[in-house]
């Protein structure tokens, strides 16, 4: 995996080169093995004319890698590890594509739009309800940003611990093992200890070499504004999903997770 480092736009220079001396190599492969034949070799070439002939300039904008997890809304006990590759657009709006791994084969499971406190304030109070807070996930330690030097990470983890963010998963790779199914579910945010599967975290950490323990210690002196009203809705018995004409459920039994792949986890209905 390439290692990458926050938007230069966030940190001063001195910090940008001590985030460097942080990256590491850790790999997590895709659940999922996609039916199909194997590549033919025209496809190949092809593939290997696009890499060195055409520009990607909006790929190349996705130099932020976090990690963390997500549960299906209305379904806090059904959860997911979730890796999002990020473009910063100014200091209030990120947008970030959403992997089931950090591997050439990752699947592809969603996105996530990022926005600040203020815009998010200013949005319709039915729209709000689409959007989870990021305080907890900052402050409880889990989500990170792989391969950067702690001092760098805690001094982003400050600036998304007032975001918010609405996010869509497009291909369950939890569930659906083969192909996208259904229709996007909306997914959120964990608010509080107890809600994420310790063995999902635990599996998390070791496999990509962070410690979301260190970190919530480190992390102590971040201290988020208090959530809008309206984020986190399913906290008040709103947990809004699109229909499914297909009668397609994504809450299926867990599967089992091997070490090297894309952690999951099963809680304890609320």
């Known amino acids: 995996m390439r290692c990458t480092t926050p938007h230069g736009r966030w940190l001063s220079m001195g910090m940008l080169l001590t985030a460097l001396t942080g990256c590491a190599m850790s790999n997590t492969e895709s659940p999922v093995q996609t039916p199909g034949k194997a590549k033919a070799s025209d496809t190949e070439l092809l593939e290997t004319g696009a890499q060195w002939l055409q520009d990607k300039p909006p790929i190349r904008a996705l130099n932020l890698y976090l990690d963390g997890f997500h549960f299906y809304n209305g379904h806090p006990d059904v959860q997911m590890e979730a890796h999002h590759y990020c473009s910063v657009l100014n200091e209030e709006v990120f947008q970030c594509v959403i992997y089931d791994g950090n591997s050439a084969d990752a699947k592809l499971m969603g996105v996530e739009y990022i926005i600040s406190k ?3 304030a200013q949005l319709p109070a039915k729209e ?10 900052v402050t409880s330690g889990q989500l990170v940003a792989p391969g950067i030097a702690q001092i760098a990470e805690t001094r982003l983890m400050e600036k998304l611990a007032n975001t918010y963010g609405k996010t869509w998963h497009t291909w369950h790779t939890d569930q659906d ?16 200890d107890g809600q994420a599967d310790p063995q999902m975290v635990q599996q998390r950490d070791k496999r990509l070499g962070v410690d979301t323990a260190k970190n919530k210690t480190a ?12 984020a986190d809705a399913w906290q008040q018995g709103n947990a809004l ?25 099963t809680q304890p209905k609320p």
Not at 177 to 192: C, D, R
Not at 222 to 227: M, R, S, V
């Open 118 to 120: 203020r815009l998010f």
């Open 219 to 230: 992390r102590a002196a971040i201290k988020p504004a208090p959530i809008e009203q309206g």
């Open 177 to 192: 093992k083969q192909l996208p199914l259904g229709v996007p579910q909306l997914m959120m945010g964990f608010t509080a």
């Open 128 to 137: 709000k309800a689409l959007w989870h807070s990021h305080a907890h996930e």
């Open 241 to 265: 999903q699109l229909p499914d004409p297909t009668g397609h459920t994504h809450l299926m039994p867990r599967p089992s997770t091997g070490s090297d792949e894309n952690a999951r986890g």
